[in-house]
């Protein structure tokens, strides 16, 4: 695993492996069926997890605590209108510029692992930045004060996130792009690359 920095945010990449993406993602094969289309655009569906029966929550609570103690997230409670959810953008589908609510001074905050990444398109839009990610990467997402968005999918390979909901106290949402900024971190141009 590598810390590396994107454009107005970072991730780490190979934060899940091979083994657990691929049982993530079988999982979503054999379960497409129970998975809601998103009426906000075309192409999209997402299911939150915890309402979805057999669903793989024992690993997905496994890869959230692990972020926990990775970011040393502290004073945070479960985001509850979308919890933590999987969601699919086929060829065609996209996302919208958008911000995601708040709750007080509990800030929205997602850590997106990416399960699936498109031949083409789907690239993320954070602010004013554009990223290309990539798969068993993990990347911060402070859905309640940056407008983000993604890039149309193009191709017969979906663009899958595993998306894991917090809402962080505001005071300990602490910017680590900036407190880690002594730290060692290994820029990936693949990852830098923007369009
Ligand atoms: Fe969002």
């Not at 083994?19 to 009426?39: A, C, M, Q, R, S």
């Not at 990610?133 to 999918?153: F, P």
Request: with cysteine; charged share 25%.
């Amino acid at each position: 695993m590598k810390k590396v920095l994107l454009n107005g945010t970072y991730a780490y990449s190979n934060f899940i492996s091979d083994t657990e993406k691929d049982y993530l993602l079988g999982w979503v094969n054999e379960n497409k069926h129970k998975f809601p289309p998103n009426l906000a655009s075309e192409n999209r569906h997402f299911a939150i997890l915890r309402n979805v029966e057999n669903s793989p929550l024992d690993l997905v609570k496994e890869i959230k605590s692990r972020i926990i103690d990775l970011e040393n997230i502290q004073n945070w409670k479960e985001e509850p209108l979308m919890y933590d959810y999987i969601g699919i953008n086929s060829h065609g589908g996209a996302i919208h510029p958008h911000t995601d609510p708040n709750q007080g001074d509990y800030i929205h905050t997602r850590y997106n692992v990416i399960l699936s990444w498109p031949e083409k398109g789907g690239e993320s839009i954070y602010g004013d930045n554009i990223n290309t990610l990539e798969e068993n990467m993990v990347w911060k997402c402070v859905a309640g004060k940056v407008k983000h968005a993604s890039k149309t999918t193009l191709g017969p390979k979906s663009r899958i996130t595993l998306s894991l909901g917090f809402l962080i106290k505001d005071k300990f949402l602490q910017d680590q792009f900036v407190e880690h900024h002594h730290q060692q971190v290994e820029i990936n141009p693949q990852v830098r690359e923007v369009i």
